[in-house]
């Protein structure tokens, strides 16, 4: 048998039960990973709370991990017992061992380790599709990072300055900015204090940004499409203070012609190939030292529910991790 998080209903984190369960064997394609580390999420909690609807219940949430392949099942030949991997964007995450699809795990560098990995894959992808293909950033484009003291903030504000942009990372206290700065942010705007448009107009000689990622949702919507220069994306890729709420398409040309996209990791890894060139380019930004990933909180699994309602309370930054 082995130890899970399951949930029998959605609600508050009191609904996270550790139970046992029984994984079985690998089927036709699949591995069985024993994991070390699994990662903690917003979209964890979206399904937690029902945000985002589950099929069935009892149902083990958590969206990625890393570990050891323990077992391969029939015509597997891209993995071996005793290999390294990890996954981003598969739901039942929240386990000590499981099976899934051999494509879906990626092979780790030796200079990456197994907390790290599970810190980093979600959210590292995350901001990679975000950069360079919801909006590839160019040197010189000024850029708007929600979150910048959270897990993909962090890495968002790395990468993006690595990239020549100049990043504006947007938080909600001044302990957050100075994290936010630490991770390679030219400019912070405390929300709570501060008027998120008016600040990134001025951050910009009056133009606006060209992007901005936007993982709040409701609460920052219009302040983000405000911030944007004529023709700037916005990509509203989370729901931190809620769903936004329906808009019409109209209010986008008299405010620039702008763009607005709803992407998700899903779409992003949804086949071999560009997991694979997601993954390879995320590694390459940690191993080269552009990107370090910070581990900022660790719970034991079972202690999932604290972890759950630290993250909601904005209590976090960086990555936290859950041991198994």
Known sequence: MTKAIRIHETGGPEVLKYEDIDVGDPGKGEIRIRQTACGLNFIDIYLRTGLYPLDNFPEIIGMEAAGVVEAVGEGVTDKKVGDRVAYPMLKGGYTQARNIPSWKAVHLPDAIDDQTAAAMMLKGMTAHYLLHRTYPVKPGDAVLVYAAAGGVGQILCQWGKALGATVIGCVGSEEKAEIAKAAGAAHTINYSTENIAEKAKEYTGGEGVAAAYDSIGK????????????????????????????????????????????????????????????????????????????????????????????????????????IP
């Open 219 to 322: 609460a920052t919507f219009m302040a983000s499409l405000d911030s944007l220069r004529p023709f700037g994306v916005l990509a509203t890729y989370g729901n931190a203070s809620g769903p936004v709420d329906p808009i019409s398409p109209a209010i986008l040309g008299p405010k620039g012609s702008l763009y607005l996209t709803r992407p998700t990791l899903a779409t992003h890894t949804r086949n071999p190939e560009i997991l694979a060139e997601g993954a390879n380019a995320l590694f390459d930004a940690v191993t080269s030292g552009k990107v370090k990933i910070n581990i900022n909180q660790t719970y034991p699994l079972a202690d999932v529910a604290q972890a759950h309602t630290d993250l909601e309370a904005r209590k976090t930054t960086g990555s936290s991790v859950l």
